[in-house]
């Protein structure tokens, strides 16, 4: 009998599937549950002009950082327990964006929603009498059609957020692109695979199909696999992020992160060395002395 | 323990915040930042038991744990996406920061410059957009100073009501800036045009010191004299601030004591 088709690949396979100047999504939300692994693969890619559409952390600060934004889709980009990002707010001082569109949090989650329905636009409220609709003179309003008693309307025609490739990262996945979240929150993953033509998942472990609801409730079935073109498996691939209840961000790592980002050159260029010159491996290997040195 | 004599600044103004969800009904409280969540577990527990509260992740909260206590019981789902559904649905009344707000109840937490290279990026806009679009919006500032009150906020987050009013009914059918609370002072925006008006003043806080300490100018209704001082916590509330929900006075990292008492 056969079965779906296994969709399992490297983090260097998706990387070399991606092109300059595409727009890629990455799910998760801003220190939770991002895919840093492939984040990390990215950030060491010779890609460029890219356009990212984020719930912004560390994955737009590293990629800002790394030069490989041209453009930059956001509603927020924050650290949590580092409120303020500071490779993101070193690359915004420093002009180093070129194009820089800043959302409403609604607007952003309208315009996943109308990519994903196939749809030009989403009306709504968010975005009128603020700023965002005058630094952002490319998106209209559109007068209802209908009249409730308080004249026809007009709304913000938030755009739909049409991605080349989406980047998520899960708990648990299967070979063919099924995948769970045990976490509090699905974030926004779903949404983020069904905006793109491609999606491509990492995920804490790969187990077999039957596996993802063994003890787990159906509803935790986040992704299907008619959104998913490639799966990856990335042990501790979310890290320094959280990836409840696998593990919870690693507050001491994000300060070392949050401290090397705000430093000189020479503080970066240190991390840099120490963390991400490598590949995944060797970026996790360096994280574990990392740990092991604190400990003591 | 519990004495009136040694009420804090702190304990007024979670009192204060408290009062501002005190009439706000069966609604979603969504508090930003430590003395808010403070005053919105205070109002929950005196003035308004039928608050809905949340941890500030994805759990409705049944009962009302202390400051960064774990959920004992739950009583709903309330992931990011949700969250989204509720401010459109306007049973919300989320209480926010702001990095700059005006005379006209405009708010800023985007950036601050010029917004194609501000000289400080801060969050970015977040949901305040939208939230002050669809529900009720109050705002918290820890440090009253002229950088924060300002004639004109360097970029519009959260939209006041002038502003609404001239993006039209959409924007302005459910545009509810409520309060903005502060370690000085408490006003709502029913000055002339929709600007800022000085509610009450703080115990041990002159209208003057509040003019000072304000980069804008605000509506006050009579003379200086008239303006009411905010109400001290009761015997209840210090009791429940200090016993219940902060027993370990994290209400002073944002408003510390006066220095007479740190002594």
Same mark, same amino acid.
């Given at each position: 009998?056969?079965? =779906? ?12 599937? #991606? ?24 950030? %060491? ?32 980009? *924050?650290?949590?327990?580092?409120? #303020? ?16 569109? +800043? ?24 975005? #009128? ?33 049409? #991605? ?38 990492? /995920? ?14 159906? !509803? ?22 959280? /990836? ?9 790592? !994000? ?9 000189? $050159?020479?503080?970066?260029? @240190? ?17 574990? @002395?990392?740990? +092991?040195?604190?400990? %003591? | ?22 009439? $706000?009904? +069966? ?64 049973? %919300? ?42 529900? &009720? ?8 100073? =002229? ?15 002038? &502003?609404?009013? !001239? ?24 000055? =002339? ?20 300490? *304000?980069? /804008? ?6 003379? $200086? ?7 001290? =916590? ?19 990292? +944002? ?9």
């Amino acid at each position: 009998m056969k079965g =779906p088709r296994d969709k399992q690949m490297s983090i260097e396979a998706v990387i070399d599937s #991606l092109e300059d100047g595409m727009t890629i999504g990455i799910g998760g939300w801003g220190p939770r549950r991002k895919p840093m692994a492939l984040v990390r693969a990215l950030y %060491r890619s010779d890609l460029e002009d890219l356009t990212l559409v984020s719930w912004g952390g560390a994955d737009v600060g590293l990629l800002s950082r790394a030069g490989k934004v041209r453009k930059l889709v956001y509603a927020f980009v *924050s650290l949590d327990s580092v409120p #303020l990002e500071p490779n993101f707010q070193r690359a915004r001082q420093t002009g180093s964006i070129p194009e820089v569109v +800043e959302l409403d949090e609604g607007m952003f989650n309208a315009g996943l929603q109308a990519a994903a329905q196939r749809l030009p636009f989403l009306p709504m409220r968010a975005g #009128l009498g603020s700023d965002v609709l005058v630094n952002n003179p490319s998106i209209q309003t559109v007068t209802s059609p209908y009249d409730e008693g308080f004249g026809h309307e007009e709304l913000v025609a938030v755009p739909a957020l049409k #991605l080349d490739v989406a980047l998520v990262h899960l708990n648990r996945a299967d070979a063919h692109g099924n995948a769970t979240y045990l976490g509090p929150d699905p974030y926004f993953d779903d949404l983020f695979c069904m905006a793109a033509d491609r999606a491509y998942l990492s /995920c804490e472990q790969v187990v077999d199909t039957a596996g993802l609801t063994y003890e787990t409730p159906v !509803q935790r079935l986040l992704l299907n696999r008619m959104m998913v073109t490639g799966v990856v498996e990335t042990p501790h691939g979310a890290h320094f992020t959280t /990836c409840t209840p696998d593990y919870e961000r690693d507050e001491p790592f !994000q300060r070392a992160y949050a401290k090397a980002a705000s430093g000189t $050159d020479e503080d970066w260029q @240190a991390f840099h060395d120490r963390f991400l010159a490598g590949d995944e491996a060797s970026y996790q290997a360096a994280v574990q @002395a990392f740990a +092991e040195e604190n400990q %003591r | 323990m519990t004495e009136p004599s040694t009420i804090t600044r702190a304990d007024v103004c979670a009192a204060a915040i408290a009062d501002a969800f005190a009439d $706000d009904g +069966e609604i979603f409280a969504s508090p930003m930042g430590l003395l808010p969540m403070l005053g919105v577990r205070l109002a929950r527990l005196t003035s308004n038991p039928d608050l809905v509260l949340s941890d500030g992740e994805a759990l409705f909260l049944a009962g009302v744990p202390p400051l960064f206590a774990k959920a004992d019981k739950v009583e709903g789902w309330i992931p990011f996406r949700k969250v989204f559904d509720v401010v459109a649905y306007g049973k %919300r009344h989320v209480m926010m920061g702001a990095t700059q707000i005006d005379a006209h109840g405009n708010q800023n937490i985007s950036a601050i410059g010029d917004f194609s290279q501000p000289t400080r990026q801060l969050l970015g806009s977040r949901g305040a957009p939208g939230n002050t679009v669809n529900n &009720r919006t109050s705002y918290w500032v820890p440090r009253h100073s =002229p950088r924060v009150f300002v004639e004109a906020v360097d970029i519009v987050s959260g939209v006041g009501p002038q &502003r609404a009013e !001239q993006a039209g009914p959409a924007a302005s059918r459910f545009n509810d800036i409520h309060r903005v609370v502060s370690n000085l002072a408490v006003f709502d925006v029913t000055g =002339p045009d929709h600007t800022l008006r000085l509610l009450s003043v703080h115990p041990g806080v002159t209208v003057p010191e509040v003019r000072e300490a *304000s980069g /804008c100018g605000f509506h006050v209704e009579g003379s $200086d004299a008239d303006v009411p001082t905010t109400r001290e =916590p009761s015997m209840e509330e210090l009791v429940i601030i200090r016993e219940v929900l902060d027993p370990q006075g994290l209400r002073f990292k +944002e408003v510390p004591r006066p220095e007479k008492e740190q002594q």
